[in-house]
């Protein structure tokens, strides 16, 4: 197991492994979802295993109201999320939304042939906790895609 995958499972199971939001706060933008994305990224270029671990609950460095970041590698395994830590290092490619949809396979898929993307489907709201409407922008980095994205309540 990689390094940062063993820090990142350590703070998890310190912490009880997610973030919690409030509600009553604004919703994050589209511009600050590719905002965040590209600081990711640079994060990614600069200092991957750190970024990994910044980027991963408990962490807040990579988490702005219901707006965190999540990477996949390119076969789907969730390196860093910013709500979840106990989906990192989990195979995630034929994970569904509550519609059925595969969302982990289409971005994955998206990000081999596009690069940069938004992309819809449906996804629990960590400030209210209902089911809505969500768009994640996300850009490839060679083998990984680093993703950020707004919900539409």
């Known amino acids: 197991m990689d390094r940062w995958m063993v820090a990142v499972l350590a703070a998890a199971f ?4 997610t973030v919690p939001a409030f509600a ?3 919703r994050a933008t589209r511009a600050e979802a590719e905002s965040m994305v590209k600081r990711g ?3 990614v270029k600069k200092e991957r295993d750190k970024a990994y671990v910044d980027m991963t609950a408990p962490s807040r460095t990579y988490v702005d109201r219901d707006l965190y970041l999540v990477v996949y590698d390119m076969n789907g395994r ?3 999320h910013g709500q979840n830590a106990k989906q990192v290092g989990k195979d995630l490619i034929e994970l569904k939304d509550p519609d059925g ?15 940069k993307f938004w992309q819809d ?9 209902a089911v809505l409407p969500k768009q994640m922008y996300c ?4 083998d990984v895609l680093v993703c950020g994205g707004v919900y539409k309540s």
Do not use: Q
Request: glycine share 12%; proline share 5%; hydrophobic share 35%.
């Open 78 to 80: 969730c390196l860093a």
């Open 139 to 142: 850009e490839a980095l060679g």
């Open 14 to 17: 310190v912490s009880g492994a």
């Open 121 to 129: 489907y449906t996804f629990t709201d960590p400030l209210t906790k």
């Open 101 to 115: 949809k595969p969302f982990v396979r289409e971005r994955v898929e998206l990000g081999k042939a596009r690069g």
């Open 24 to 26: 009553g706060e604004s």
């Open 41 to 43: 990224v640079e994060a």
